[in-house]
């Protein structure tokens, strides 16, 4: 009879130190893994609906257009006298405006 109440005792003693453990994992999860997972899918939407002619910011802060893309890589064309080409990776950008509507995807 003393063996049964200890092993009842020690079942409830693991559920109250694994419940919060648990619950800490969970809210790991729905504050850091999720949201960096919507900004990733975001961030290849993004890039997978760029076209010729948009006009991008680089993650250095630069301002151009782009003038040829690739699987990888993008040639983005910077300043007024359009002779400053230079290729990139697509990553390299920050945001994207469409040249069609005039709106900003960050």
Do not use: H
Request: some cysteine.
């Amino acid at each position: 009879m003393i063996l049964t109440q200890a092993s009842g005792s020690t079942a409830g003693a693991w559920a109250t130190m694994l419940l919060p453990l648990v619950v800490f994992f969970l809210l790991m999860y729905f504050m850091i893994m999720r949201p960096q997972k919507k900004e990733q899918q975001r961030v290849s939407a993004m890039l997978s609906s760029m076209e010729v002619g948009d006009s991008v910011v680089t993650t250095s802060g630069f301002y151009g257009t782009l003038i040829d893309i690739t699987d990888e890589d993008v040639i983005v064309e910077f300043g007024n006298n359009r002779n400053c080409r230079i290729p990139m990776r697509k990553s390299a950008i920050a945001e994207v405006e469409k040249a069609s509507d005039g709106i900003v995807e960050k």
